[in-house]
């Protein structure tokens, strides 16, 4: 069974760093999965950020995501991380990370409908 757990999340101010974690299980053998990061504010689509290949750890971003943020994996640790720097208050959102199966489901456009496994969420505030 696939779970995935995010961690990291928290108030800090505007210009401050934060990375977040995804520790996933039930996802080191294939069929192999992406794990996307996304993030939704209240009355708005969930947004795709990044994800990333558990083939290759090939990386890709959103335009919105792009320069500031960036996704990571340790294997060893079964996590994926997103850092996040230059944060800004319009950031602020319960952030979350996914997983697709790589094989025939687009995951790297990052559209939420291609991921089948989501985590809790974790409360990211950016705020003076």
């Known amino acids: 069974q696939v779970q995935l757990v995010e961690s990291g999340g928290g108030l800090v101010q505007p210009g401050s760093s934060l990375r977040l974690s995804c520790v996933t299980s039930?996802?080191?053998?294939?069929?192999?999965?992406?794990i996307g990061w996304f993030r939704e504010v209240p009355g708005k689509e969930r947004e795709g950020l990044a994800a990333?290949?558990?083939?290759?750890?090939?990386?890709y971003y959103s335009d919105s995501a792009k320069g500031r943020f960036g996704v990571s994996r340790d294997h060893a640790k079964n996590t994926v991380y997103l850092q996040m720097d230059e944060l800004k208050p319009e950031d602020t959102a319960t952030y979350y990370c996914?997983?697709?199966?790589?094989?025939?489901?687009?995951?790297?456009?990052?559209?939420?409908?291609?991921?089948?496994?989501w985590g809790q969420g974790t409360q990211v505030t950016v705020s003076a």
């Open positions: 990333i290949s558990s083939v290759d750890s090939s990386t």
């Open positions: 039930g996802i080191t053998e294939e069929p192999w999965y992406g």
């Open positions: 996914a997983a697709a199966a790589e094989a025939g489901t687009y995951y790297y456009l990052l559209r939420a409908a291609a991921y089948e496994y």
